[in-house]
């Protein structure tokens, strides 16, 4: 079987705890899975991430729904996390998000390491479908993390601020 990676870095114009405080929140997924995918959160809300978090969800793929469970095995806030399927369409998906400080913000990197089910006929869905709609899924999610985060960042600022004046208080 063969492993394929996928792996996608991100400037983004934000510190890295800001954008870390966004992908610590598994319901935040919803928002940066497309549509089609009908994704969908089983496991109830809140959901507190940490190392052996399991998450439970469904997404349709191609008309048929399929069910995902996936386990938290890194947390480390606010540089990085590994989340890897238990249960789902893969023979194996392990997933590292990595936030790095850099110049002007923060770099964040996926880096998907997945193995297609079915052998030598997964390897070819792969080339005709899977890797492909892989990448249009993460550059859906490059797209709307970008304007996800503009938007919440002035309440992040305000928050962190009267947090801070609150304690200088005290």
């Known amino acids: ?16 705890e800001y954008v870390f405080s ?8 919803a928002y940066i ?14 959901i507190s991430m940490r190392v052996g978090t399991i998450i439970d969800y469904t997404i349709r793929w191609f008309g048929v729904r399929l069910r995902w469970r996936t386990l938290i ?23 590292t998000h990595i936030f790095e400080e850099s110049a002007g913000g923060c770099a964040m990197v996926d880096e998907v390491r997945y193995v297609l089910p079915f052998g030598i006929v997964g390897e070819a869905i792969h080339g ?11 550059d859906y999610r490059a797209r709307v993390i970008e304007n996800l985060l503009a938007r919440g960042y002035s309440r992040y600022l305000s928050h962190k601020q009267s947090v801070s004046a609150h304690k200088v208080v005290q």
């Open 33 to 46: 899975t497309p549509e089609s995918l009908d994704f969908r959160i089983l496991t109830p809300s809140p």
């Open 73 to 95: 095995t890194t947390y480390e806030p606010p540089f990085c996390f590994v989340d890897e399927q238990i249960k789902g369409p893969y023979s194996f998906w392990h997933h």
């Open 1 to 16: 079987m063969k492993t394929f990676t996928l792996t996608r870095k991100q400037q983004l114009p934000y510190p890295q």
């Open 22 to 29: 966004f992908f610590k929140s598994p319901e935040n997924l």
């Open 128 to 138: 005709l479908f899977v890797r492909h709609q892989l990448e249009r899924i993460f």
